[in-house]
């Protein structure tokens, strides 16, 4: 019995150190995020570019889990497209705030959503709010605020850039909330979930491109450019 435990035990450590080292990774990869889309979005319309990424994504997303899998799960799927609209409204901010400022002010408003998830804990849980709490939040944000935007943060002024990176900051929070409880009820159904956040961000993003044409030809041109965008990638080479 005392063996049993301790296998088990290590398998624990080992499963929390793997979850760790996949977090670390991912962070490492959502990083490059704010550079290649700020790249992405001064060759094309910013939103043709996120409707051709979150399509590709979605698509590779709904093969990789199987489309089987996603109609014999459709609590999970419609959870993860709930959070996938939160998701699709920061994602689109983040895209409107990097067309008049830097990477790094962009990266540095989006860590203000660890501010928004224990705000809406408080507001809809009831949690408390400890001192130390706001202190730890205090300086994640200070310590990001000098690893981002260096000398400037002494010399501060608001670009109009920074006010839709505010909106990022925000609705990203609210869907990373939001994914904590369906990620809860939905802990076995990790793949239908991500693909409906996908297929979400897709679906709102393709229409903010198309809907805000003005005539059937600008539709058609609209719907050509974001599908000549996923096959080619030309912006990327």
């Known amino acids: 019995t005392i063996i049993t435990k301790r296998v088990s035990n290590n398998n624990n450590n080992n499963n929390v150190l793997l979850g ?6 991912a962070s490492i990869l959502y990083g490059t995020n704010f550079a290649t889309v700020k790249m992405l979005d001064e060759v094309i ?8 990424r979150f399509g590709l994504a979605a698509v590779a997303s709904i093969l990789i889990v199987s489309p089987d899998t996603l109609l014999r799960n459709p ?7 709930t959070v996938g609209f939160w998701y699709s409204l920061g994602y689109l901010s ?24 224990p705000v809406l804990d408080v507001l809809f849980k009831g949690v408390e709010f400890r001192l130390r709490q706001g202190l730890s939040l205090f300086l994640a944000v200070a310590g990001i605020a000098l690893l981002e935007l260096g000398d400037g943060v002494l010399n501060y002024k608001v670009d109009p850039g920074e006010i839709w990176c505010l ?20 802990k076995d159904s990790p793949g239908p979930n991500t693909a409906g ?10 229409a903010v491109a198309l809907f805000q044409t003005t005539t059937p030809s600008d539709l058609v041109d609209s719907s050509s450019a974001i599908l000549t965008t996923i ?6 080479v």
């Open 197 to 206: 956040q996908l297929l979400a961000i897709a679906l709102v993003t393709a």
């Open 20 to 25: 760790r080292g996949l977090t670390l990774l």
């Open 75 to 81: 609590k999970a799927t419609l959870g993860g497209m």
């Open 167 to 186: 909106g990022q900051a925000l609705f990203f929070g609210i869907g990373y909330y939001t994914l904590g409880e369906v990620g809860r009820e939905h």
């Open 94 to 117: 983040q895209a409107y705030g990097l067309e008049t400022i830097q990477a790094s002010k962009s990266g540095f408003f989006n860590a203000l959503a660890v501010i928004v998830v």
């Open 45 to 52: 319309p910013l939103e043709y570019s996120a409707a051709a």
């Open 231 to 236: 096959i080619t990638l030309d912006p990327l």
